[in-house]
């Protein structure tokens, strides 16, 4: 087969490995560079524990609570745009407990089975390691919060460990949190994301993936519910399709409007710096830093990387310094003793999530175009599910049964 996929992020980068691997033509159609993205500078976490939607119950309330302040761990910034009140509506009817508990199970399979296709990988060297994830708190209310999120992780067969401020610092020695304990799950893995990305991206030119940058795809001609042709911004002649797979992240929404397609998306952005750690005052695992939403990714070259926030402000490049001040303040407060500064201007990196409004990503055939996969939509679990998102679709495209029950992911929900 000839397949198309627009957009290369890491899900487009994964399913077209797994597309290759069966021997299929493959094309990369991406509107910028290819030198930045949502996948690049990321935590690089890939986290079976991280089995909760982000349209999860309280999200709501918190969201109006933090609405006005812009250094907040999750900004929703008020903007009056159907697009975005529509979304925002979903996301209120999708943030119930009976939601949580039926996507739940669903995730956590989803990404198992990621992590286990990451560890078979052989071709592609990944920085793959795995160190666990430290969930740390400050408040007893946040810990036991966290505590409930265990139970069920044990429940669904999941190792979770409960730690108080001691059990924490016998696994941090060196950088001695300031918390009142956590939770550790010990089989949470991570790898540095630029290392993944640029190592998949060779693989792939090495066995002939033809990628086409610079290309913004404005218009489609659509035959007999089928994708026929790609108009391609300042180009005269269109790109003939045969087989479509939509991987644009945040801007899968828009893109799948040329298409004729409807599915919500708001970005969601993120930011990121980078330093080197300081000998014998070293982090040593992955951690979330609950109250900030803040994660904290240590590297094999003893570099740490702290990511976070959560800011729906629409498509743009526009770093607030507020929310980035807000990241150091919380690695401060959470390592006291480390040594973390306030990174320069140039330093800083951002990345725009794509957020489905149920918090599930779209991982499906599209019912009214017949030639159209979307692979989109998963928020802060790019990495983490981006493997068998790929390995997916490649069986979806070859008319395969999907390895995993796909209807909760289905590309036509929200019609």
């Known amino acids: 087969m000839k397949i198309h996929i627009i957009g290369?992020?890491?899900?487009?980068?994964?399913?077209?490995?797994?597309?290759?691997k069966e021997g299929h033509e493959v094309y990369i159609i991406e509107q910028s560079d290819g030198k930045n993205g949502c996948s690049f500078e990321n935590a690089?976490?890939?986290?079976?524990?991280?089995?909760?939607?982000?349209?999860?119950?309280?999200?709501?309330?918190?969201?109006?609570?933090?609405?006005?302040?812009?250094s907040s761990?999750?900004?929703?910034?008020?903007?009056?745009?159907?697009?975005f009140f529509s979304w925002a509506y979903r996301f209120n009817q999708s943030a119930t407990k009976q939601n949580v508990e039926k996507a739940s199970p669903i995730l956590k399979e989803v990404l198992l089975y990621s992590q286990t296709l990451y560890q078979q990988i052989k071709d592609v060297e990944l920085d793959f390691e795995t160190k666990g994830l430290l969930m740390l708190c400050q408040k007893e209310n946040t810990l036991k919060e966290?505590?409930?999120?265990?139970?069920?992780?044990?429940?669904?067969?999941?190792?979770?460990?409960?730690l108080d401020r001691d059990g924490v610092h016998l696994l941090e020695p060196n950088s001695k949190t300031n918390v009142c304990g956590g939770v550790f799950y010990p089989d949470d893995t991570h790898c540095n994301p630029q290392v993944l990305f640029q190592n998949l991206k060779t693989f792939l030119l090495n066995n002939k993936v033809t990628f086409k940058y610079n290309s913004k795809v404005t218009a489609a001609t659509i035959n007999n519910g089928k994708v026929d042709s790609l108009k391609i911004e300042n180009e005269d002649e269109s790109i003939k399709i045969e087989h479509l797979v939509l991987a644009a992240g945040s801007w899968s929404g828009e893109l799948a409007k040329t298409l004729g397609l409807h599915i919500p998306m708001e970005a969601g952005k993120g930011y990121s710096f980078t330093q080197q750690q300081v000998f014998k005052n070293e982090i040593r695992h992955p951690s979330l830093l609950c109250e900030?939403?803040?994660?904290?990714?240590?590297?094999?070259?003893?570099?740490?990387?702290?990511a976070g926030t959560m800011e729906l402000s629409g498509i743009n490049q526009h770093v607030n310094l507020k929310r980035v001040m807000a990241i150091t303040e919380s690695g401060r407060r959470f390592y006291p003793e480390n040594d973390i500064k306030m990174p320069a201007a140039n330093d800083i990196w951002l990345g725009l999530r794509p957020c489905s409004p149920d918090g599930l990503p779209y991982i499906g055939r599209d019912k009214?175009?017949?030639?159209?996969?979307?692979?989109?939509?998963?928020?802060?679990?790019?990495?983490?599910?981006?493997?068998?998102?790929?390995?997916l679709v490649a069986e979806i495209l070859q008319e395969e049964k999907p390895s995993i029950d796909l209807e909760l992911f289905g590309a036509n929900r929200f019609d």
């Open 73 to 83: 761990p999750f900004y929703v910034k008020p903007r009056f745009n159907c697009d």
């Open 368 to 391: 009214k175009m017949k030639n159209v996969v979307l692979a989109t939509g998963h928020a802060m679990l790019g990495i983490s599910m981006a493997a068998a998102t790929g390995k």
């Open 8 to 20: 290369s992020g890491i899900i487009g980068l994964f399913t077209a490995y797994y597309l290759v």
């Open 292 to 306: 900030a939403k803040v994660a904290v990714t240590p590297f094999l070259n003893n570099a740490v990387r702290f």
């Open 146 to 162: 966290e505590i409930e999120v265990a139970h069920k992780a044990h429940d669904m067969g999941m190792k979770a460990d409960i």
């Open 44 to 70: 690089g976490m890939i986290v079976p524990s991280h089995f909760i939607p982000l349209a999860a119950p309280g999200m709501v309330k918190k969201g109006f609570k933090w609405m006005f302040d812009n």
